[in-house]
């Protein structure tokens, strides 16, 4: 067995992790899909958007991601996404989280922030080898903790 492989086969810890930052290409697609505007839905449009000429410019691509987070649901996706892919693609299992909600700008979403540990433990269930099922790819949470 190569090091690479076994390094990468290790359950991992992430101690300081953003939320909004963590987002992959493919979760600010998505994301700009539902709130068409100034960030591209293009991958490769999306790649070019993430090349940053300063730093200047990087706090323009940050608020421009951060924008695109308008609704309760856009929140659960961020966080369920970001989750499964630490989950699944990188073996996380742990993460500290850093939310920043005074960057929402809806207030509708506040009441939500208190959810990403129950996105967390939705992400890691475990998932067919064709990867997740149609049903757990839901933004509704299902956890147990959370039902009334």
Do not use: N
Request: glycine letters at 4%; charged letters at 25%; hydrophobic letters at 35%.
């Amino acid at each position: 067995m190569r090091m690479s492989d076994f390094i990468s086969g290790l359950p991992k810890a992430e101690l300081h992790v953003h939320h909004v930052g963590s987002a992959s290409p493919r979760i600010v697609s998505e994301l700009a899909a539902r709130h068409p505007g100034t960030v591209p839905t293009d991958l490769e449009e999306l790649q070019r958007f993430y090349e940053f000429r300063d730093f200047a410019h990087f706090i323009e691509v940050y608020l421009a991601v951060v924008a695109l987070i308008r609704t309760p649901q856009d929140i659960g996706y961020l966080t369920y996404e970001v989750a499964r892919e630490m989950a699944v693609g990188q073996r996380l299992r742990y993460a500290e989280l850093t939310c920043t909600p005074y960057t929402c700008r809806t207030p509708s979403c506040w009441p939500t922030w208190p959810r990403p540990a129950c996105r967390w433990r939705c992400a890691r269930r475990p998932t067919s080898p064709r990867g997740p099922s149609r049903r757990s790819r839901s933004t509704r949470c299902r956890c147990s903790a959370t039902r009334a």
